[in-house]
């Protein structure tokens, strides 16, 4: 919505089309007829689009049968809120949209008024540059309803470690050990291992979840626990919880499992 906001700051009514509604679709229709980039975009909208009606003339419930047991053919489920920026958000997974604000942006006396957003020296490229980063990622699996604490939780991902350093000893005894992980007795319970315990209280500490939040990490921080020991280097951390700040450090041997009988 930002960038469409961008993208229809002063724009052309020539640009924007005199008899369309939709302004961002004139826009990169019309930006499409010289800049093939957005020109592939606009095929992709417009199947898109065709898809989207196609099922809503469907009667519910009903697919057909020429799509039964077909993943590449398969309806694209699209949120209103998708459709209604269908144009910005179809560049953007296709990483193209820095490419093509930047072809508007060379090209804003075309479309623009000499006062615009994107016709400015300065701001029009900071647009282009901005959106870069956007369009490096891999929109893969985008957010839902039930996104924000989905994570694993700190037991499951302990139970990873451990897993993955069974299997590093084995293979590679170079590899670096699992978090912290060591059992001294076989029959030992998890909860009675004070290695698997500190283990499992430093992955929930960094952990993003719902009861804490890591505000800030530095690694390699000296400790000197008493005045005849020598400082031991270890991960200093920040956490904020729903009551209080909690400031924790844990010794580098500790994570990296090398701690043995030390005290």
Known sequence: GVVEACLLHMLRRRAAGFLRTDKVAALFTKVGKTCPVAADVC????????????????????????RQGSTTSKTPVLTPQAIKHIWVRTALIEKVLDSIVQYIVDNCSKYYEKDALLADPVCGPILASLLVGPCALEYTKLKTADHYWTDPSADELVQRHRIQGVHGRQDSPSKRPALGIRKRHSSGSTSEDPFAASAREYVESLHQNSRTHLLYGKNNVLVQPKDDLEAIPGY???HQSADNLTLKWTPNQLMNGTLGDSE
């Not at 095929?43 to 020429?66: I, M, Y």
């Open 43 to 66: 095929k992709k909208v417009q199947e898109l689009q065709q898809q989207v009606e196609s099922r809503k003339n469907q009667p519910s419930g009903q697919e057909p049968l020429k």
């Open 236 to 238: 200093l951390s920040l």
